[in-house]
């Protein structure tokens, strides 16, 4: 069976700080794997990565994937206030329809 | 990018109603949209597959009878929560891929927040 982890489940950190938030996988077939941020509402695209030890980066956010020990991990630094989220791991498996299987996530605290 | 509205984006129904959701792909066509349910500090869970023009494809646990779901075109599909309890209240959530697109990133409606009294 597909599965997600995340870790992890939550984290409090300053202003200032820089977080690491983890994802592990274990999915027939993978294709990609997705970073998102989840606000009051949906969630908001951060990086798709399909190939290892290629780092995505967008401003202070980064993300890399190693799809040899099946992790990838999504890096903020100099977090703010307003990185204060649920950042959500999600893995595209073996269905080609385009389904995506979700981790628990991560509930980023930024006080100030 | 492109863009999924999703409407209503909340919605308070009595028990033994039921409430229909409707997602539209505004820029794009989808063939395949997908319906997510979220609980409170908890992560999507797929509750099914929607396809045009043929059956939605249910995950494991999920009652086909109770969300029933209308996929009649390919920038529409639609999720009714019929006969509705408020074990039913949640935030649902679909997103759509656009079918020329052989990328993975899925663009998501900004949710419905059900609420059953």
């Known amino acids: 069976e597909d599965k997600v982890v995340q870790s992890p489940l939550s984290l409090v950190v300053h202003e200032g700080d820089t977080v690491t938030l983890n994802c592990s996988y274990e999915?027939?077939?993978?294709?990609?794997l997705l970073w998102y941020k989840q606000e009051k509402k949906a969630p908001t695209f951060l990086f798709m990565l399909?190939?290892?030890?290629i780092e995505k980066k967008s401003g202070r956010l980064s993300s890399i994937l190693d799809k040899k020990e099946l992790f990838s991990i999504l890096n903020i630094t100099a977090t703010q206030t307003g990185d204060s989220a649920v950042y959500l791991c999600?893995?595209?498996?073996?269905?080609?329809?385009?389904?995506?299987?979700f981790g628990q996530g991560t509930t980023l605290q930024v006080k100030p | 990018g492109a863009v999924v509205s999703q409407h209503p984006s909340w919605v308070i129904c009595k028990s033994g109603t039921s409430v229909k959701i409707e997602c539209r792909s505004l820029?794009?066509?989808?063939?395949?949209m997908f319906w997510y349910r979220q609980f409170p500090k908890q992560s999507l869970m797929l509750m099914a597959t929607?396809?045009?023009?043929?059956?939605?494809?249910?995950e494991q646990g999920v009652e086909k009878d109770k969300f029933l779901i209308n996929h009649a075109s390919l920038t529409l599909s639609t999720l009714t929560v019929t006969s509705a309890h408020p074990e039913d209240s949640s935030f649902y959530i679909c997103?759509?891929?656009?079918?020329?697109?052989?990328?993975?990133?899925?663009?998501f409606g900004q949710g419905t927040r059900l609420t059953v009294v």
């Open positions: 997103s759509a891929r656009d079918y020329r697109d052989r990328g993975t990133e899925a663009f």
């Open positions: 999915v027939t077939n993978f294709r990609s």
């Open positions: 399909t190939s290892s030890g």
């Open positions: 999600a893995v595209h498996g073996s269905s080609n329809t385009g389904k995506l299987i």
């Open positions: 820029d794009f066509q989808a063939t395949t």
């Open positions: 929607s396809n045009e023009g043929s059956k939605a494809t249910y």
